[in-house]
């Protein structure tokens, strides 16, 4: 079967996706589109179609239809409202829920037995939405959980202490919003703790900017798109590459019945595996917040 993915949802942050696919090598070899509003992913095909003269990757890319989700590997939705100035992630619950129910639908209407990963925020809840409406087994639905968040982590600890990103090892876990946190006590740069380095004040601005990071954004131009962008090929990669790597997804706490964003090893089964963190007492009280928040959440839509 070819490295096929289905992208639901054309606006800015699934754009991002296609055109970081473009700019990267990737496994993907067909990518189709799929929007309410057709005439603009024809435009967005055709544009597309004319970097490959330039791009790493030869990738058939094509105007979608339902009907692709039946041989795809992996369906991306970045479909839903948008969060705008002055809401939070979790303001969007009621709206996304209603137009996922009817995504998954079609695409399960399809006979698709692939994997699904979820871009649309609340992005824990509408991952657990994704799992409950499609029956699939929980390790083949993934959302982007905390990536960007610990991405964004890694990047303001690399600039402060001047070593770079990728010998930052250290995450930002929980609910994809207000309730994320960092758990200092496993954050390292090469092998010595964080707190060689910084101080508590020094380790606390930080992970106040990686919680604000996305309001400040979208007060400046009106949404996030590019890091999610990044941050989905690289999932994209680690499942059809077969890679192991660890990542930051939102990922089924069968314990608590939620997706939470939480280090998980990703193939080309989906989630293989989640990497348990030793937390302290602290911590632990902060994941399981976070926790309650998601599951709060979810209740609110039943209610």
Known sequence: MDNKVVLIGCGNVGMS????????????????????????????????????????????????????????KLVVIAAGANQKVGETRMDLIAKNSKIFKEIIDKVMATGFD??????????DVM???????SNLPANRVIGSGTILDTARLRYLIA?????????????????????????WTNANIGLQNIKTYLREEELKEICDEVKTAAYKIIERKGATYYGIGMCLVKITNSILGDENNIITVSTYDKLNDVYVGLPSVINKNGIANRIYLNLNEEETNQLQHSIDVIKEAIKSLDE
Do not use: W
């Not at 970097?51 to 795809?72: Q, R």
């Not at 991952?127 to 409406?133: E, G, I, Q, V, W």
């Open 17 to 72: 996706y296609a055109y970081a696919l473009l700019n990267q090598r990737t496994y993907v070899n067909e990518l189709a589109l799929i929007d309410l509003d057709e005439r603009r992913v024809e435009g967005e095909v055709m544009d597309l179609n004319h970097c490959l003269a330039f791009s790493p990757s030869k990738i058939n890319i094509k105007k979608g239809e339902y009907s692709d989700c039946k041989d795809a």
């Open 114 to 123: 692939g994997i699904f990963l979820v871009a649309t925020n609340p992005l």
């Open 127 to 133: 991952t657990y939405l994704t799992y409950k409406y």
């Open 159 to 183: 600039e402060k202490i001047n070593v770079s990103p990728k010998n930052v090892h250290a995450y930002v876990i929980g609910e994809h919003g207000d309730s994320e946190f960092v758990p």
